[in-house]
Nanobody
Framework: QVQVVESGGGSVQAGGSLRLSCAAS??????VGWFRQAPGKEREFVAG????????FYTDSVKGRFTIFRDSAKNTFHLQMSSLKPEDTATYYC???????WGPGVYWGQGTLVTVSS
């Protein structure tokens, strides 16, 4: 049974840091990553990690501030968020993709709220 379970999140002041974690299990994945959805907006891609070679990719607005990385001992990966801005406020979703493309077969976590105050 595939499970995608995330943890972390919370409230922080602008300029602060938070770490999100996600445990993805039950099958192999092509890539894992994070998406976010702010109130009244569509869900957007934030960061991704290609499982077989560790290649990482980010949306432009978080480059240099967010880092996605894998826990080598477990099927767990993390999103370290630094220099947070109020516009980073959103519900963050962990995603695990069996094939490339973030299509309809993606497995999703339950979502965790990140609130950044100015």
């Amino acid at each position: 049974q595939v499970q995608v379970v995330e943890s972390g999140g919370g409230s922080v002041q602008a300029g602060g840091s938070l770490r999100l974690s996600c445990a993805a299990s039950g099958r192999t994945f092509y890539a894992v990553g994070w998406f976010r959805q702010a109130p009244g907006k569509e869900r957007e891609f934030v960061a991704g990690f290609r499982w077989n070679d560790g290649y990482t990719f980010y949306t432009d607005s978080v480059k240099g501030r967010f880092t996605i990385f894998r826990d080598s001992a477990k099927n767990t990966f993390h999103l370290q968020m630094s220099s947070l801005k109020p516009e980073d406020t959103a519900t963050y979703y962990c995603a695990a993709d069996p094939v490339a493309g973030w299509g309809p077969g993606v497995y999703w976590g339950q979502g965790t709220l990140v609130t950044v105050s100015s």
